[in-house]
């Protein structure tokens, strides 16, 4: 082997590398923001429990208002401090890909106006229709950027 360990030089750039964000402007306090709770693949959906944590000293929420949903589904949430729970059944059973519900926000006072938050999916809970068995989900957490309030929505897939 002729390798000799030798660091072989490169040339650095010197210009500043090329962002993939464009810069934005922060949101001004107490604006308001939206995180949609999606679904996606769902197949004979019965019933579906969802329990969503985020940092209450970085978001507060304000509401939770449901999307339209399929006729006959019986719906219930529950706002904690750090904690969002959405349940909801539907005797008919539905499918596809659909928005749940949304969680209306705003950044805590005090928060940091940057940085990112996580909306975490910390519980998946759902059922078929037609015979009650459980189905197969998990979760894909949510992010929310602090300075422009852009959302990455949480995400519950089946299959």
């Known amino acids: 082997g002729g390798d000799t360990g030798a660091a072989v030089p ?31 693949g769902a197949q004979d959906l019965g019933s579906l429990y969802v329990s969503l944590d985020y940092d209450p000293a970085v978001v507060e929420i304000v509401r939770l208002d449901y999307a339209a949903l399929p006729a006959n589904t019986l719906t219930d949430h529950e ?23 949304f969680m209306t926000c705003r950044r805590a006072a005090g928060a940091a106006a940057s940085g990112d938050s996580t909306v975490v999916i910390s519980e998946v809970q759902a059922h078929r229709a037609t015979d009650l068995a459980g189905l197969p989900a998990y979760g894909s957490n949510g992010h929310i950027n602090l300075s422009s309030l852009e959302v990455a929505a949480p995400t519950i897939t089946f299959g």
């Open 10 to 40: 490169t040339s650095a750039s010197t210009s500043p590398p090329a962002t993939a964000f464009p810069t934005a402007t922060t949101a001004p306090a107490g604006t308001e923001f939206q995180i949609p709770i999606q679904l996606r």
């Open 79 to 101: 706002l904690g401090q750090g904690r969002v729970t959405v349940g909801l059944v539907n005797a008919g059973g539905f499918g596809g890909d659909w928005t749940v519900a």
